[in-house]
T-cell receptor
């Protein structure tokens, strides 16, 4: 069965530093997609970045980049130059085969301190 | 921008009540989803709809039903609310098809069953 694993329940980072949030996935499919979402304390889920399994380049969106290592089945989110507003829960998700459904990990709570 | 609107941010109901959670999207998306979010468990899919009047069970459908009479509206129904259904409920929508189209989420409903 397809599965997403986020092993870091919580992470701390100092403002302006970079931080990596881990995500590993398990699938036997060759074609799949990986997503990262941010959830601030207010509750809404904000889409950050997407990586397709056939994309040759790592995805980047502003301060967010995805370190995609296909052989290791990992899709880590890198946030550069952390800001206080980055404090939130972060979820990794994978598109399930043949449908538009997503499978989510359990999330990582990131806290940025001054 | 895609807008997904959930009818309530906070809701308090009593055990045994029939509870309706409403979700409306304004982008003509074919797919709509209902998730439940609990600490340490991430997001779990309750039900999924890929078209009007079409629905598919997710991972935890027991105790819930859904209705999709119009494309823009997807309702989650707790037939007889129980205290173990106290949770955060998130609605999402997305277009149909492969690729990197993300799901767009509402702000969530924090439901308490007393």
């Amino acid at each position: 069965a397809q599965k997403i694993t986020q092993t870091q329940p919580g992470m701390f980072v100092q403002e302006k530093e970079a931080v990596t949030l881990d995500c590993t996935y398990d699938t036997s499919d060759q074609s799949y997609g990986l997503f990262w979402y941010k959830q601030p304390s207010s509750g809404e889920m904000i889409f950050l970045i997407y990586q397709g399994s056939y994309d040759e380049q790592n995805a980047t969106e502003g301060r967010y980049s995805l370190n995609f290592q296909k052989a290791r089945k990992s899709a880590n989110l890198v946030i550069s130059a952390s800001q206080l507003g980055d404090s939130a829960m972060y979820f990794c998700a994978m598109r399930e085969r043949g449908t538009d459904k997503l499978i989510f990990g359990t999330g990582t709570r990131l806290q940025v301190f001054p | 921008d895609v807008k997904v609107t959930q009818s309530s941010r906070y809701l308090v109901k009593r055990t045994g009540e029939k509870v309706f959670l409403e979700c409306v999207q304004d982008m003509d998306h074919e797919n709509m989803f209902w998730y439940r979010q609990d600490p340490g468990l991430g997001l779990r899919l309750i039900y999924f709809s890929y078209d009007v009047k079409m629905k598919e069970k997710g991972d935890i459908p027991e105790g819930y039903s859904v209705s999709r009479e119009k494309k823009e509206r997807f309702s989650l129904i707790l037939e007889s609310a129980s205290t173990n259904q106290t949770s955060m409920y998130l609605c999402a929508s997305s277009p149909r098809g492969p690729g990197g189209q993300p799901q767009h989420f509402g702000d969530g409903t924090r439901l308490s069953i007393l």
